[in-house]
């Protein structure tokens, strides 16, 4: 069985900045591409970011030059640095990965359970 827990949501002012973590544990074979997406009440999950296993990335154009993805690839964990952050950061955001299973040498896709991100004064 899988998990992927999520840390680090918060409130910060604008201009502030937070650090997300998202720590994949369990019959982990292989991660291939790790990513993050954000998702307000009533409206469809969309891509932040996204790191493959190599280390190259993905930005949405919103987050480009403030937001930076990177893996700890021997703790199967993704970050997400934000930087300059704008009320409009304001959202739950989730982490996302396929994961092989070692159990069943099968990939699933997995979420984490979500953190809230909020962006005011």
């Known amino acids: 069985q899988v998990q992927l827990v999520e840390s680090g949501g918060g409130l910060v002012q604008p201009g502030g900045s937070l650090r997300l973590s998202c720590a994949a544990s369990?019959?982990?074979?292989?991660?291939?591409?790790m990513g993050w997406y954000r998702q307000a009440p009533g409206k469809q999950r969309d891509l932040v970011a996204t790191?493959?296993?190599?280390?190259?990335?993905n930005y949405a154009d919103s987050v480009k030059g403030r937001f930076t993805i990177s893996r700890d690839n021997a703790k199967n964990t993704v970050y997400l640095q934000m930087n300059r952050l704008k009320p409009e950061n304001t959202d739950v955001y989730y982490c996302?990965?396929?994961?092989?299973?070692?159990?069943?040498?099968?990939?699933?896709?997995?979420w984490g359970q979500g953190t809230q991100v909020t962006v005011s004064s």
């Open positions: 369990g019959s982990i074979f292989s991660i291939n591409v």
């Open positions: 996302n990965h396929p994961i092989l299973d070692v159990d069943t040498m099968e990939w699933s896709d997995y």
């Open positions: 790191i493959t296993s190599g280390g190259g990335t």
